[in-house]
């Protein structure tokens, strides 16, 4: 079943495929780098807190609605991917956008 929406134009709109990611992080940070105008202020830090994996982004202020979108359909694409890419590794990731 294909993809549709901004899911969809999220996935393809990555360099590579997502199965390539090396982490988490890794794929968090090249969608935002793609989204923002600003991407040098794009910063990702992972952390692990019981058995989850704690994904925080920061962008600048100027990009933040970007990166959330109307009525945060950007954020809720940004976290199906991460979770998809997740689920194939029986991980559970939590994206915080800040």
């Known amino acids: ?43 990702v830090t992972e952390s692990v807190k019981d058995d989850e994996i704690v994904v925080e982004l920061t962008v600048a202020s100027s990009d933040m609605g970007k990166v959330i979108g109307k009525q945060g359909r950007i954020a809720k694409a940004i976290r199906s991917v991460v979770k998809a890419a ?6 559970k990731v939590i994206v915080e956008i800040q």
């Not at 982490?23 to 202020?41: H, R, T």
């Not at 997740?86 to 991980?91: F, Q, R, T």
């Open 1 to 43: 079943m294909p993809f549709k929406g901004i899911f969809h134009r999220l996935v393809s709109a990555l360099p590579f495929p997502v199965s390539e990611v090396n982490g988490m992080k890794e794929l968090v940070e090249v969608i935002a780098k793609a989204l923002v105008d600003n991407p040098d202020e794009v910063a």
């Open 86 to 91: 997740a689920s194939k590794e029986d991980k």
